[in-house]
């Protein structure tokens, strides 16, 4: 009976993690899609006295991005064997948001507000790592219990 139960929470994790993989690529090709957009309109925005929200859209995106590693962990360890499909993909869910927020925030803030191609080149590549880091894995089902 455990090795049934063992062999249904594999199948019912591929399942759910294809599906989490999926979200994660749509969401990485929507910054790309962002970033690459303002890049080709950024040299238009130019606004000297809003420089300041530079280093603020980057800090806000690090805090996210490295705040959704451990909610990822957090609302891992409250999913349980009972709802698995549901509460597994819901503990992706908010990490992704929170990387994608904090991504789009220093991409808009440094591209659209005020030219700033390296601090939003950082921004995209740190929601872009972090994004990888959320994906599912293996280790996620060891965390579950």
């Keep these: 009976m455990e090795k049934d139960n063992q062999i249904t929470k594999e199948v019912e994790f591929l399942f759910v993690s294809q599906r989490i993989r999926l979200l994660g690529i749509a969401i990485i090709a929507g910054m790309a899609l962002v970033f690459i957009l303002g890049i080709f309109v950024s040299s238009s925005n130019v606004n000297k006295e809003l420089a300041y929200f530079n280093l603020i859209s980057i800090v806000l995106c690090v805090l996210l991005c490295f705040g959704s590693f451990y909610v990822k962990k957090m ?71």
């Design 75 to 145: 609302l891992l360890q409250k999913a349980g064997t009972k709802k698995f499909i549901p509460a597994y993909f819901n503990a992706h869910v908010l990490p992704f948001a929170m990387c994608d927020f904090g991504g789009l925030l220093c991409i808009a803030t440094n591209l659209f507000i005020n030219q700033n191609l390296y601090f939003a080149s950082g921004g995209f590549v740190i929601a872009l790592l972090y994004m990888i880091v959320n994906f599912p894995t293996r280790k996620d089902l060891e965390v579950i219990k």
